[in-house]
Structures are given as structure tokens and as C-alpha cells.
């Protein structure tokens, strides 16, 4: 049994339609795991946002001891957004079951539903940003210029036979189509302008199928990692790419990396963005950090850091 007093209640948000739908099998077995800890679940169905703008408007807190969240990264985006909008400080568990996860990846969360849950369940959080653009929240990625939708482009029975490698080689075929445009970025430090083909604001370490997109990435140290690929010959982007999937990238003379807590991006072009997978916002954007905003729930055998 629990041991929260009042606090006896779990918001659980879900999209029953993320991923392969291994959720929505699981649903009954979730309830009943959170039953046999003497929670009383209180179930919210994921609807655009909608209907989690609503209910994280009228709840008390002091009667809920965290919130769970299943589905995947879009899912996740949406809950943050309502938490920060409402002001809700209860701890964050993550059951991921969307088709990207890279948000529940850099926690290290597990694949198996019910040491999910024993984790959801449990008492050891870790403290987590939250990334700001134009007063939209992100949780792992806000990317701009070519090759953002490549996740969704790779063939998904090509990405369960061959893994990350399957993202490198969609993008090696989208280069044909690929062209730089000019931004300026401006920092309290100083500012770039620069040709770029495109480019991505970190929270977290991994997005759109690479793991290691931000290798040096802490999504608890008050600053956003920015890596933008600058134009370069064409004939040194795919050898290029194939760092990335290894990590390698921050160092290459054609990528310019780094660390802030704010950043505006102007252009006079029309760029493409996307914020954890859906459509962005359009340019001017000005990004800044919630630091350790959120409380999410990881593992005590797992999870090392603060």
C-alpha cells in the first residue's frame, strides 16, 4: 500500500494508439498494478491536448501523488506543456510506448512493462529541463532545416531489421534534395551567421533515430546543446552523417556546436521546423530553460546521477 495519506491518486494519460498499440493491451494490467499499490487511477485519454489542458486545470494536487504518462514523445510533449501551463509540480513517470521514445531513452527506462512499472511506482526521481521555444515547451529536440523528417520517412521494417543504420541511409538519399540556408543565431555570448543545411536545439541526447545525435547532452545542467551542420561539399555529408550515428560529430570542422541557456534564430528564408516530432514554430525563434523543472521517475538500480 502507499503511503502518500490524501495523496492517493494517479493521473494516468495515455495514447492508446501509440507505437504498436502494446499499450492498449496492457491497460487493464497497468490499472491493476497501480490498484494493488493502493492508488485510485484516474484515466485521461490522449486527445491533441485537448482534454489534458482540461483536466490539468481543475485537478488538486494534493490529492494526486504523481502523474504517468504512456506513449511516446509526442505524447510526453503534450503533458509537459499542460503541466507548465497549470503549474503542476507532481513527478512525472513515463511508460514509453510510442514509436520514438527518446525522451524515456535518456532516462534509461526499461522495455519491460512491468519493471515500467515497478519504476512509475516507485519513490526515486531524478530532476529534468524543460527547453522553451517561442512559450511552446519541448522536452528532447527542436530541430530546423533538411533532413527533420527522416524518422518518419525510414521504412519502419527496415529500421526492426538493421536498427540506427536504417536512419543513415534515408538520410544519404535525401541529400540529392538538400540545400543551405542562412541563419543568424544569437547567444549572450556572441553571435553566428552561418550557411547551414540544418540544425537541432538538445534537451536530450538522441532524436530521430540517432542515439547519439548530442552525445555531451544534460538534461538537468540549465543549458540547451546546439549542433548545426554547415554547408559543406555535398560529398562530405554522408561520411559526415555516419559520425553522427556514432557520436562523433561535435568535433568535425563542418558542425558548430554549443552550450546556452538562451538563443534567438533569425532567417530570411522559409525553414522547416519540428519541435519532439511535430510541426514547429515559425522563425524568429527564442529558446530558453526551465531548469529542473520536472521530477521523473527513473531507476535506483540503474540511475546514477542527481
Not at 499499450?23 to 490499472?31: G, P
Not at 543568424?184 to 552561418?194: D, F, G, S
Not at 541557456?261 to 525563434?285: F, M, Q, R, V, Y
Amino acid at each position: 500500500m502507499n503511503d502518500k495519506g490524501s495523496a492517493n491518486k494517479i493521473l494516468l494519460y495515455y495514447n492508446a494508439y501509440s507505437g504498436s498499440g502494446v499499450f492498449k493491451n496492457n491497460l487493464d494490467h497497468i490499472v491493476d498494478r497501480c490498484q494493488q499499490a493502493g492508488y485510485q487511477v484516474v484515466p485521461v485519454r490522449a486527445a491533441k491536448g485537448i482534454v489534458i489542458d482540461n483536466v490539468l486545470s481543475e485537478i488538486d494536487q494534493n490529492q494526486f501523488s504523481r502523474i504517468i504518462a504512456a506513449g511516446g514523445d509526442g505524447t510526453m510533449n503534450l503533458c509537459v506543456n499542460a503541466m507548465v501551463k497549470y503549474d503542476i509540480h507532481l513527478p512525472l513517470a513515463i511508460l514509453p510506448a510510442g514509436t520514438a521514445n527518446d525522451f524515456a531513452y535518456y532516462f534509461e527506462l526499461p522495455s519491460d512493462i512491468d519493471y515500467q512499472l515497478d519504476i512509475a511506482l516507485g519513490n526515486k526521481t531524478t530532476k529534468a529541463d524543460v527547453g522553451v521555444v517561442n512559450d511552446r515547451c519541448f522536452i528532447n529536440v527542436a530541430a530546423l532545416g533538411a533532413l527533420i523528417d527522416v524518422s518518419q520517412k525510414t521504412d519502419p521494417n527496415l529500421k526492426n531489421a538493421i536498427g540506427t543504420l536504417a536512419y543513415y541511409l534515408k538520410a544519404v538519399t535525401e541529400i540529392p534534395q538538400i540545400r543551405a540556408l542562412p541563419v543568424k543565431l544569437t547567444t549572450p555570448e556572441q553571435v553566428y551567421e552561418e550557411n547551414i543545411y540544418f540544425m537541432v536545439v538538445m534537451n536530450g541526447e538522441s532524436a530521430g533515430g540517432f542515439r547519439k545525435l548530442s552525445p555531451e547532452s544534460n538534461m538537468n545542467d540549465g543549458k540547451l546543446d546546439v549542433i548545426a551542420f554547415k554547408k559543406m561539399p555535398i560529398v562530405e555529408l554522408a561520411p559526415l552523417l555516419f559520425e553522427v550515428v556514432h557520436g562523433r560529430h561535435p568535433n568535425n570542422k563542418h558542425v558548430l556546436y554549443f552550450q546556452t541557456d538562451k538563443l534567438t534564430i533569425e532567417s530570411e528564408a522559409d525553414i522547416s521546423t519540428d519541435i519532439d516530432g511535430e510541426h514547429g514554430e515559425k522563425l524568429p525563434l527564442e529558446f530558453s530553460v526551465l531548469n529542473k523543472r520536472l521530477d521523473v521517475f527513473v531507476s535506483k538500480d540503474t540511475w546514477n546521477y542527481d
